[in-house]
């Protein structure tokens, strides 16, 4: 639309031009000896030259409408395409917040039920997806995207549970996932991406760490609101800051697979960490006898590696 809207500019350039011309060489011709032409010429030459002139302003008037037709089509283009964009933020929004109330009507355990989190070797996995790559163990994109939608629902169902206001917006989109910053950028959390071009993909990774460790620390002050002794206030077992989770960046580019693939892996430990402490503040029922209203991380620490060990996510069924 737009090409053809700068040729239509440059077909009324163009006219408007001749018209010049024409009236140039009429005045020219006005100026000249009136012995040249008979009267009856000069009468008939100056009757072809208005004809043409009507024409071109004929023309002119085509193209202009011409123009206008093409810029109320290009306007209204972009009207349904900022619709659409409206629609697909609205389906989503409102297909979030029914996966979120369908949960909270639920008993307990569908949390854990929903998004088991274990371990394949050296692989974190949430619903038997795994997450990360090896050089021998070439894992499908396909699996490694859903590993991070299940992930980023799972954030997001507890996130919007509280309502904090969190600095990061996560977008679950099933297999799609996406993370908003504070300037309203969006990022995809999906491959493939190659090893030494993923700087959205590392962006991405690195906002969901900031988010997680936003929705711990924000546990952590709650358990201090609720009189909770300060050795047993909810703190993850693996150190977030920045890119890194303890000593491993979670970024790909320049970074080496297995260092990457145990960033996941710690991820996912201190993911699964906030979801029980999530059941145990919220008016979900307890997961078991052992887990209380109020979650003692102590209790809770069992079902956890300590660092510097092989990382269990407890059982396959929890």
Known sequence: MRVLSDKLDKEVEDVNRDIEAYEACLQRMEGESRDVLSEADFLKEKLKIEEEERKLEAAIEETEKQYAEVTAELKE???????????????????????????????????????????????????????????????????????W???????HTM??????????????????????????N??????????FWSTRYDKAMTLYLTCLKDFADFANLKDQDNNIPPEKCFKLPYKIENDKVESYSITQSFNKQENWTKALKYTLCNLKWAL???IGNTNFQPLSATVSQHTDPSAVGALYPKRGTNLKFGSRNS
Request: proline share 6%; glycine share 6%; hydrophobic share 40%.
């Open 276 to 278: 029980y402490w999530f």
């Open 149 to 155: 939608g299940q992930a980023c629902l799972l954030l």
């Open 159 to 184: 996130c919007q549970y509280f309502r904090p206001k969190y600095r990061i917006k996560i977008l679950p989109m099933g297999s799609y996932p996406r993370i908003m910053d504070l300037s309203n």
């Open 186 to 195: 969006t990022y995809e959390l999906f491959g493939p991406v190659n090893l």
């Open 77 to 147: 283009l972009e009207t349904k395409s900022n619709r659409f964009k409206e629609l697909e933020e609205r389906y989503w929004h409102e297909f979030n917040n029914f996966q979120f109330q369908l949960i909270s009507h639920q008993r307990t355990n569908v949390l854990t039920d929903a998004f088991p989190i274990w371990h394949d070797g050296d692989f974190g996995t949430i619903n038997n997806f795994r997450l990360g790559r090896l050089p021998k163990i070439p894992v499908e994109w396909d699996e490694i995207n859903a590993a």
